[in-house]
């Protein structure tokens, strides 16, 4: 571990909104009596020891798992000459799905571990024996069809039981999942999973979203025309023949989930062990201004790394109720599976968030007796600018903790949930990514919550901010680096055979260390403050300013529904800086301007005051909600929208549009 060090002055504390988080499980003391070089049960015990004895942390993770295993645990990390520098439990195999369908030994078996709610009302119970019936189903579908260790499972799913089941049999197998959301264009879809030459698909011939049932069949039979690999079609819905390419494509082998349960029904849900990092799926980048990049994660790996951030730092058990708005296609999907080994009941949404209106989420909470609430922080910000109060319109009393992920979240906002949700309800806000498939930075068990930082570092994540010396630096923003190997690191990227790929996008700006590509602050007191992606921050006076900021401050004013900072040039060497806000029915642009101005003005500097506020139809965003300040940045600087942004990875393709418009009129 690195030695921190301190480059500027002393930063404000935290803006703490409660001192210690109430806790509900006994995790941490069980796994610290695995754990014997830690001194004690405490988070602070815990959280050194494992920096300084990661392999025997991660050694007490694997037995305080209970995993299954063959083969021997020893060593627990070997160093390897490339990407990312170690490999964990060399001589392991496991099984990620026999995990997930294990779970706790004391479960009440009549209890359902998912429960799969439709926009409209349908709702789908599954027990864990009922999960696994189904799946030893589906693994028997995949078997008749070949499907094998290796081979490639790809789905374009919303977010509904078929998807689960479907991705476990594929894992049982050691074969290899990837998935995209069905809001995505059929070019968006294919540019993720046609490099991944699938042999079998999985896909929906409807979605639920916004109040409509949206036909997908033609949609789909565009993908399955760009995917000639698929030979075995598997269709989550009540009609095979609706999914067909231009020229009638079928793949021989085509049915539907159901019939595939129905056919194979009581086949056992068996297990292949595989090497401790077999590929478990691929996930993807969200490619908005470059090629999408496979990322591949290890059964293994996955296994450690979400116990560990669902036990350890979640305190999730069996009693909780855990529901997530999420995409298949996104990380917390990934994530929201694995919950399933901790005995929690997973719930699967599909649908719009905000039907029929925008007290849906507490409303759900509220009526399903959710203990956990997984929502994308554009979701909170809103509810608490909307001045929404679900506190006094509905029973939230099992409600603990709102988790937040995709942006960062507004310290209003933060403030809101403590409020507005009634006592004893968080917000945990995290930072990690796509790329480890979990969180770096986090508040710790029972530890403080604050409204504008993390409170700090995951268990095992040897985080630092790096100054552009590569040296550790507080109070001051610099870059996100991870200096010691974690087991949820990507086995490998693909298509990257020389591994050249891999260590260009985390390797190269600090040989031998992981840049994550984020603009963070580390405060003395050791929490730490998200400025954005890195490539977005704004330089003026000589302070680096990270579009979070500007967020925080512009979120305050009245008539700003969402906003967008982009720094654009205005001449040969000159650069202005423009804020594009959403207003607000009956807000007035003058007003708004003058109070964007004196509001950054307050919150940073008046050197970095926006040159220019200028309204705008809709804030271009990804599909996971994070707002597009590159591509947008990029265009404004004269680069090619084709070639500065990737419609396709856009939850609304079209809102590239205004400012593609923009830039033509400023004559870049």
């Excluded at 815990?46 to 020893?74: N, R």
Aim: hydrophobic share 45%; aromatic share 6%.
């Amino acid at each position: 571990m690195l030695p921190h060090a301190s480059t500027a002055p002393a930063t404000p504390a935290a803006d703490r909104l409660v001192d210690s988080w109430p806790l509900r499980n006994d995790h941490l003391a069980a796994f610290a009596r695995r754990f014997p070089s830690a001194d004690g049960s405490d988070y602070d015990s815990l959280a050194e020891a494992a920096l300084t004895d990661p392999a025997g942390f991660w050694t007490a993770v694997l037995d305080h798992s209970a995993i299954e295993y063959t083969g021997s645990p020893s060593p627990a990390m070997e160093e390897t000459p490339a990407p990312p520098y170690a490999r964990f439990f060399p001589n392991l195999s496991v099984n990620y799905a026999r995990e997930i369908l294990r779970g706790p030994a004391d479960e009440d078996p009549t209890r359902p571990v998912v429960v799969a709610l439709a926009e409209d009302g349908a709702r789908t119970l599954c027990t864990r024996a009922e999960l696994r019936l189904r799946v030893g189903a589906v693994r028997a579908e995949l078997r008749a069809a070949g499907i094998t260790r290796g081979d490639v499972v790809a789905a374009v799913m919303p977010n509904r039981l078929d998807a689960v089941v479907v991705f476990l049999a594929a894992a049982s197998l050691g074969a290899i999942w990837s998935a995209c959301g069905p809001d995505l264009t059929p070019a968006g879809i294919l540019s993720r999973l046609a490099p991944l030459e699938p042999a079998a698909l999985l896909v929906a011939t409807d979605v639920r979203s916004g109040g409509a049932r949206i036909d997908l069949s033609a949609s789909m039979g565009a993908v399955l025309d760009g995917l000639p690999t698929v030979e075995t079609l598997l269709v989550s819905g009540d009609d095979v023949t609706r999914v067909t390419g231009a020229a009638g494509r079928t793949p021989a082998r085509s049915r539907t989930v159901d019939e595939a349960v129905l056919e194979h029904a009581g086949a056992a849900a068996e297990f292949d062990d595989v090497p401790f990092d077999h590929p478990l799926w691929v996930l993807h980048t969200s490619g908005t201004t470059g090629p999408v990049k496979g990322i591949v994660h290890g059964h293994g790996g996955i296994l450690l790394e979400h116990s560990k951030l669902m036990r350890l730092q979640n305190d999730i058990g069996p009693t909780d109720r855990v529901a997530w708005f999420t995409s298949v296609g996104w990380m917390l999907w990934n994530v929201n599976v694995s919950l399933i080994a901790t005995g929690a009941t997973v719930y699967l949404l599909e649908g719009s968030p905000l039907h029929p209106d925008a007290m849906q989420p507490w409303r759900l909470a509220a009526e399903e007796r959710i203990t956990f609430l997984g929502c994308v922080s554009p979701l909170v910000n809103f509810a608490a600018s909307a001045g929404l109060s679900p506190v006094d319109a509905f029973d939230l009393a099992a409600l603990r903790a709102v988790t937040v992920s995709g942006a960062p979240l507004l310290p209003d906002a933060a403030r809101w949930v403590t409020t507005a949700l009634g006592d004893g309800v968080v917000p945990l806000s995290m930072s990690g990514g796509t790329d480890i498939c979990s969180a770096f930075l986090q508040p710790a068990p029972g530890g403080p919550i604050s409204a504008d930082a993390i409170a700090g570092r995951a268990l095992a994540v040897d985080a630092e901010v790096f100054d552009e010396n590569g040296r550790a630096t507080r109070g001051r923003i610099g870059e996100l680096v991870v200096t010691t190997p974690l087991p949820s690191m990507p086995v490998m990227l693909w298509n990257d055979p020389d591994g050249e790929l891999y260590r260009t996008a985390y390797y190269e700006q600090y040989p031998g260390v992981w840049c994550h590509g984020d603009a963070v602050e580390e405060r003395t007191d050791g929490s730490f403050v998200m400025h954005g992606r890195s490539d977005a921050t704004l330089n003026r006076a000589g302070m680096r300013v990270g579009t979070t900021e500007y967020y925080r401050a512009i979120s305050a004013v009245a008539g700003v529904e969402d906003s967008l900072v982009v720094e654009a040039r205005s001449g040969a060497t000159e650069t202005e800086i423009i804020a594009f806000v959403v207003l607000a029915d009956g807000a007035d642009l003058e007003e708004v301007s003058r109070d964007v101005r004196d509001a950054v003005a307050g919150a940073l500097s008046p050197a970095h005051v926006p040159d220019r506020v200028v309204a705008a139809p809709s804030v271009p965003r990804t599909v996971t909600s994070k707002p597009c300040e590159v591509p947008v940045g990029r265009i404004l600087r004269g680069v090619d929208p084709d070639r500065a942004v990737n419609r396709d990875a856009l939850a609304d393709p079209g809102s590239i549009d205004f400012y593609v418009e923009f830039a033509g009129t400023r004559g870049v």
